[in-house]
């Protein structure tokens, strides 16, 4: 079973940066494609960002086009999503999500959820 932890989110101010990590155990996270989704409070969740197994493709939301940017380090089991630009409408619950097909914007493709790392704008 594949297990995913978040961290790095918290309390940050509008304009700057962060930067998000999806840790995986369990079984090697090259296997995967890894989504980004994020929740804000009384809100649906949303499609942040996704990448393949092997890092040649990737998709963003239109929302955050130009200002987050996925990556992943497969020898570190690791996927990262660094925020820049950060504004107040960015504040949610970030949670990284691993899927065995091609990156989509369908929850239903991503067997394994993390807890997700709130990230929350403000001045």
């Known amino acids: 079973q594949v297990q995913l932890v978040e961290s790095g989110g918290g309390l940050v101010r509008p304009g700057r940066s962060l930067r998000l990590s999806c840790a995986a155990s369990?079984?090697?996270?090259?296997?995967?494609?890894i989504g980004w989704f994020r929740q804000a409070p009384g809100a649906g969740r949303e499609g942040v960002s996704c990448?393949?197994?092997?890092?040649?493709?990737?998709i963003v939301g239109d929302s955050v086009k130009g200002r987050f940017t996925i990556s992943r380090d497969n020898a570190k089991n690791t996927v990262y999503l660094q925020m820049t630009s950060l504004k107040p409408e960015d504040t949610a619950v970030y949670s990284c999500?691993?899927?065995?097909?091609?990156?989509?914007?369908?929850?239903?493709?991503?067997?394994?959820w993390g807890q997700g790392t709130p990230v929350t704008v403000s001045s």
């Open positions: 369990g079984y090697n996270l090259d296997y995967y494609s």
């Open positions: 990448i393949s197994s092997d890092g040649g493709s990737t």
């Open positions: 999500a691993a899927g065995a097909v091609g990156c989509s914007w369908s929850e239903q493709d991503f067997a394994y």
